[in-house]
């Protein structure tokens, strides 16, 4: 049975991986701050007060899973929070970049001797990372947290590359989530069936692509 480990996974994107996961036969181990009823109910094994910016919960939680044991690793936890010019916060900025950038590195760091020989590692950003794409400016925290974490995925399809582990960095498209107010263009589980069709054409080739949930290219 195929294991896999996805992160924010108590609602919106995270929980409707793991429904989908399981319902494919995976193993899957989610992971959340605090979970709820609708992730309880689902077959997965749920690990709360893992939050991606706490170094010692991240290593608590590595430590127990087993070497090559793992085939799939989703790094979908993350925070929007609007910051404009006019009203520059500095340290939203800064918790943007720790839980959106800084977060999955660590996470995907800490579990590589988990990861088996030819896994995969899927980010979940945001075209509002794409600099070339940028019409309309503002939203400085989570536009310049998610340029980086692209960035870093590029750089882990590379590093990971003579390991046969490759890297899918991956726009969901507006979805209607917490997030966003539920005021998105597509649902949670259109978004999810379209990321786990990216997640399988994934392989050493494209490794380090971007890619919106349609399938589409993204500029950077």
């Known amino acids: 049975m195929p294991h896999a480990i996805i992160t924010g996974a108590n609602r919106g994107i995270g929980l409707e991986f793991c429904r989908a996961l399981s319902g494919r036969g995976y193993a899957v181990t989610a992971l959340c701050r605090h979970s709820n009823e609708a992730l309880n109910k689902l077959p997965v094994n749920v690990h709360e007060g893992y939050d ?14 087993a070497p090559d044991s793992v085939d799939l690793l989703i790094n979908n936890a993350g925070i929007l929070h609007s910051v404009s010019l006019a009203d520059l916060d500095l340290e939203s900025v800064r918790r943007q970049f720790e839980v959106n950038a800084l977060g999955p590195l660590r ?23 794409s600099i070339a794409d940028n019409e309309s400016g503002g939203s400085y925290g989570y536009r310049m947290s998610k340029a980086a974490l692209n960035a870093a995925g590029v750089s882990l ?10 890297v899918a960095i991956l726009h969901p498209g507006y979805v209607r989530t917490d997030m966003t107010g539920q005021s998105g263009m597509i649902n949670a589980q259109d978004s999810v069936t379209g990321l786990l069709e ?6 050493l080739e494209n490794s380090g692509s971007f890619w919106h949930t349609n399938g589409e290219v993204l500029p950077w």
């Open 198 to 203: 990216r997640i399988d054409q994934l392989n």
């Open 52 to 65: 991606v910016v706490d170094g010692d919960a991240i290593d608590a939680f590595a430590s127990t899973v």
């Open 157 to 166: 399809a590379k590093d990971l590359h003579s390991r046969d582990i490759s």
């Open 107 to 129: 996470v995907t760091e800490s579990l590589l001797p988990a990861l088996k020989s030819g896994a995969k590692i899927a980010l979940i950003t945001s075209r509002m990372g």
